[in-house]
């Protein structure tokens, strides 16, 4: 669980520095969809680019449209690892 936790960490801080008006505090924070807790497309897209860059996974353009939540992104990288 240790690892989970340290991605979601990693995850929430590689959104902040694309948005930092975006606020991830509690679980329901992860679990909201993005544009509830003020990410847009393009903090989006810019997000996963750095994802791609630190865990070398990759968002197909099926995926990318698929992700709904941070928990989402938070899953794919953990399965991909």
Same mark, same amino acid.
């Given at each position: 669980? *240790? +690892?989970? /936790?340290? =991605?979601? %960490? *990693? @995850? +929430? $801080? =590689?959104?902040?520095? $694309?948005? #930092?008006?975006?606020? &991830?505090?509690?679980?329901?924070d992860y679990h909201?969809? !993005?544009?509830?807790?003020? &990410?847009?497309?393009?903090?989006?897209?810019? *997000?996963?680019? %750095? &994802?791609?860059e630190i865990y070398g @996974? +990759? !968002? #197909?353009?099926?995926? !990318? *449209?698929?992700? $709904?939540?941070?928990? /989402? &992104?938070?899953?794919?990288? $953990? #399965? +991909? #690892?």
């Amino acid at each position: 669980m *240790a +690892k989970m /936790d340290d =991605i979601r %960490k *990693a @995850v +929430k $801080e =590689i959104i902040i520095q $694309e948005n #930092s008006a975006v606020q &991830i505090e509690d679980e329901d924070d992860y679990h909201s969809e !993005f544009r509830d807790i003020g &990410i847009d497309s393009l903090d989006l897209m810019m *997000a996963t680019l %750095k &994802i791609t860059e630190i865990y070398g @996974v +990759k !968002f #197909s353009e099926d995926v !990318f *449209a698929e992700l $709904e939540t941070v928990q /989402d &992104i938070v899953n794919l990288i $953990e #399965s +991909k #690892s």
